[in-house]
């Protein structure tokens, strides 16, 4: 027996482990796959996701590694990420596989068990609990599952959960190769007729090929060899830039889809399995990344006896229109990449837009998932929106706000000396921290920031709503 089964051990499987560990609950990850592969989809670690893992104090971790980049792209526009409002104003340059090792570190100190070759073959929900059913005939009790197993979910499909939207209108193909006559750019995006193409320097030696054609699907039992990548890259580009040696080679789509539902009953969808989209702007990593830390900590909450089940609704309340915003961003990507006159018309008009510096950021925030706001209410405009980091000093001494986020508890900021909010917080012992503390940058005199770092509830509002919010979000107080 087990509190929580996680079906998919990347990225998003593994931080919503770490955050329910932190909480003290104890999980099971299972993975089909007989152990890593080695191959990376995903290149890049947008701002949002580093601040939420510096909220946990394993950001560093990440940072040493990766390469820092202060721009992004819009469908091949670009975007400035320098004035981003963040201790991260870049997307940092890892690719998954290192994401992936590094988060399993962390997860394996906080005592998670990653089970392979553990393929879910069967779900069978109670009143009380989920059983979970193995290829090799193993079955595990658990309180909830949760579906993180990719954009083919088997979770998803023994749910019985939806997962409408639009099909593949293209091909794109990526290579990991070496390339005799790379460009002499690190990041090299070019557009042509016959669709586009990328050339990406991530490490000495090797090269990220990409390309996209607009003028055909592949069907699924379509061979993915170097030979058809050198093939479209030639059609493209022209030239095959010496390309040998290949890692990996993969295709996909721009087929844009997203679960009905992020709740079925003890199921629950987060990344892959609840969305997918074509990787324009490098979102899709990010944001189930994003989707455990929103639902690590409300489900440790319900499964520890805490809060109510009715917490969990609010995962899909919040999480649903973020991705529902990705997969529209996405879709505007793609069709503003496509060749024709038309495009080239609009990509011009666009082009002259993004460079007005409003509009630049708005897009940068949307990227970057820093803009994201859940719908907490309209009393202050702090409300639902992630935290900043800011500098404080407390009676033990300086220190920084994320700092007292690691602990994966809420925290109520104290900025004026109140002592109503020490009476109210006194209420909720090992769920919420009470810290008085000085900051001269302008906020407000206190907030209550949830586990995840957004805002729920800022003075002046009062005691009252105070235990409200409190009450919401962490459950019956003593």
Request: glycine share 12%.
């Amino acid at each position: 027996m087990t509190d929580v089964v996680i079906a998919g051990g990347g990225p998003t499987g593994l931080m919503l482990a770490c955050e329910l560990r932190l909480a003290g609950v104890d999980v099971t990850v299972l993975d089909r796959l007989p152990g890593r592969r080695g191959e990376s989809r995903a290149g890049g670690l947008h701002a949002r996701t580093l601040e939420v893992l510096d909220q946990r104090g394993v950001a560093d971790r990440f940072l040493t590694p990766g390469r820092p980049r202060n721009v992004g792209h819009f469908s091949g526009l670009w975007l400035d990420f320098s004035r981003l409002p963040t201790r991260y104003p870049f997307v940092l340059n890892l690719l998954q596989t290192q994401v992936e090792q590094l988060l399993e570190q962390w997860a394996a100190e906080l005592g998670v068990r990653v089970r392979w070759s553990s393929e879910v073959t069967g779900v069978r929900q109670g009143a009380d609990g989920v059983e979970v059913a193995v290829a090799d005939g193993t079955t595990f009790d658990a309180a909830y599952l949760a579906g993180c197993d990719g954009g083919r979910s088997t979770v998803r499909r023994l749910a019985g959960i939806e997962f409408p939207g639009t099909p593949a209108t293209l091909t794109a193909l990526l290579g990991d190769v070496e390339l005799t006559d790379p460009p002499g750019e690190p990041v090299f995006m070019r557009r042509t007729e016959h669709g586009d193409f990328s050339v990406l320097g991530f490490e000495p030696g090797w090269y990220r090929v990409m390309t996209t054609e607009y003028d055909r699907v592949a069907g699924r039992d379509e061979p993915v060899t170097a030979d058809r990548l050198r093939e479209s890259l030639v059609k493209i580009a022209g030239t095959d830039f010496g390309m040998h040696s290949p890692r990996w080679i993969s295709r996909y789509g721009d087929a844009a889809r997203q679960a009905a539902d992020y709740r079925r009953g003890r199921v629950l969808l987060a990344g892959d399995a609840a969305h997918i989209h074509y990787p324009a702007g490098g979102q899709g990593l990010n944001t189930g990344v994003q989707d455990a830390v929103n639902l690590g900590w409300k489900l440790a909450a319900v499964v520890r006896g805490h809060a109510p089940e009715s917490l969990l609704d609010t995962y899909h309340a919040e999480r649903h229109p973020v991705g529902h915003r990705v997969l529209h961003n996405t879709r505007a990507q793609t069709a503003l990449g496509r060749p024709g006159a038309q495009t080239e018309a609009l990509r011009e008009v666009f082009a002259g837009l993004i460079e007005i510096d409003d509009v630049n950021s708005a897009l940068a925030g949307m990227i970057s998932a820093l803009d994201v706001r859940y719908p907490l209410g309209d009393a202050d405009p702090l409300l639902g929106r992630r935290v900043p980091d800011l500098d404080l000093v407390t009676e033990r001494g300086a220190t920084r706000l994320f700092t007292l986020l690691h602990p994966g508890r809420a925290v109520l900021l104290d900025l004026a000396g109140d002592p109503e909010l020490a009476a109210v917080a006194r209420s909720w012992p090992g769920r919420l921290d009470l810290v008085a503390a000085k900051c001269t940058q302008p906020v407000p005199d206190a907030v209550l920031i949830r586990p995840d770092g957004h805002v729920a509830w800022v003075a002046p509002q009062g005691a009252e709503a105070l235990r409200a919010a409190c009450t919401t979000w962490l459950g019956q107080g003593r």
